[in-house]
Antibody
Framework: EVQLVESGGGLVQPGGSLRLSCAAS????????MDWVRQAPGKGLECVGR??????????EYAASVKGRFTISRDDSKNSLYLQMNSLRTEDTAVYYC???????WGQGTLVTVSS | DLVMTQSPLSLPVTLGQPASISCRSS???????????LDWFQQRPGQSPRRLIY???NRDSGVPDRFSGSGSGTDFTLKISRVEAEDVGVYYC?????????FGQGTKLEIK
């Protein structure tokens, strides 16, 4: 059974930084691109970014709203995905989900609250 | 920018009755490989999203066959043949042909 477990969420002040992690099990992690998707409270879903697999040179894509502030990385040896979030804004407040296998698998999400 | 438009946004349905959700894209979702990357997701209250359908009409493992997807180009539909209580939640279409991948606004299905 595939499991994706996010961690690292919490309360941070505007302008601050946070690093989210996603631990994968039950899947050959290195075979897949991985995505981060967020959901602001009471709102819909937004794709934050994607990192491709080694065979696609670990290339990344970002939503315009986070480009230049967020960085996605992965460590295939640890079956782990990361989201480094810098210069956080109040509008980044959301539940952040990691997703794999072309969004066929989702974690439970981790809440990030940006507030003073 | 590409826009995904779902309708209706609210869908009250009687148990056992069919339901249908429309999703329209402002651009063709046919990719250069000939495939169309249009998925449907269900989000039950308090849960993570779950993919139901990928590439227009392919059901994910474990998804009941009362769920079906159809369409082509820019117009797509999710149908539930007979709504059950466990189907309550928000349904999203999403295109993954163009980056950034875009979700529709969501359709809230409730039992009448």
């Amino acid at each position: 059974e595939v499991q994706l477990v996010e961690s690292g969420g919490g309360l941070v002040q505007p302008g601050g930084s946070l690093r989210l992690s996603c631990a994968a099990s039950g899947v050959t992690f290195s075979d897949y691109s991985m995505d981060w998707v967020r959901q602001a409270p009471g709102k819909g879903l937004e794709c934050v970014g994607r990192i491709r697999k080694k065979g696609s040179y670990y290339t990344t894509e970002y939503a315009a709203s986070v480009k230049g502030r967020f960085t996605i990385s992965r460590d295939d040896s640890k079956n782990s995905l990361y989201l480094q979030m810098n210069s956080l804004r109040t509008e980044d407040t959301a539940v952040y989900y990691c997703a794999g296998r072309w969004l066929g698998d989702w974690g439970q999400g981790t809440l990030v609250t940006v507030s003073s | 920018d590409l826009v995904m438009t779902q309708s209706p946004l609210s869908l009250p349905v009687t148990l056992g009755q069919p339901a249908s959700i429309s999703c329209r894209s402002s651009q063709s979702l046919v990719y250069s490989d000939g495939n169309t990357y249009l998925d449907w997701f269900q989000q039950r209250p308090g849960q993570s999203p779950r993919r139901l359908i990928y590439q227009i009409s392919n059901r994910d493992s474990g998804v009941p066959d009362r769920f079906s997807g159809s369409g082509s180009g820019t117009d797509f539909t999710l149908k539930i043949s007979r709504v059950e209580a466990e189907d309550v939640g928000v349904y999203y279409c999403m295109e993954s042909t163009h980056w950034p991948y875009i979700f529709g606004q969501g359709t809230k299905l409730e039992i009448k």
